[in-house]
């Protein structure tokens, strides 16, 4: 899985960066029930250091920080799907857009 990570952040790197975006979050990745879990944040953090490493023009803001404003402003990663709370996310955090996705098993992977 790692490998496959490593290759979705360097296409995500390329489009953030095509895009004109300067600094992105990565959110945790949920189940279709929309929980996170173990899995979820093991994917959204190794996205994160894959970003990082990518070295592009963009600033990846790093998880501890995130959760920390998403608790301040009473913000849960769910609700940052609605584009005005993404939009609220921006102002606080200075993001210029979010990374997230859902996690669907397949057999023996996801």
Known sequence: MDKEL???ADKLATLIKDNGKKKIAVLDFEDLQGRS????????EELTVN???AK???A?????NLNKILKEH???ATGLIDP?????LGMFAGVDALVFGTMIPK????
């Open 6 to 8: 490593a290759s979705l």
């Open 37 to 44: 879990n173990e899995l979820g944040k093991y994917i959204a």
């Open 51 to 53: 970003l990082v490493m």
């Open 56 to 58: 592009r023009e963009f």
């Open 60 to 64: 990846v803001l790093d998880r501890a």
């Open 74 to 76: 009473k913000l849960t």
């Open 84 to 88: 005005e709370n993404a939009k609220k």
């Open 107 to 110: 057999g023996e992977s996801i």
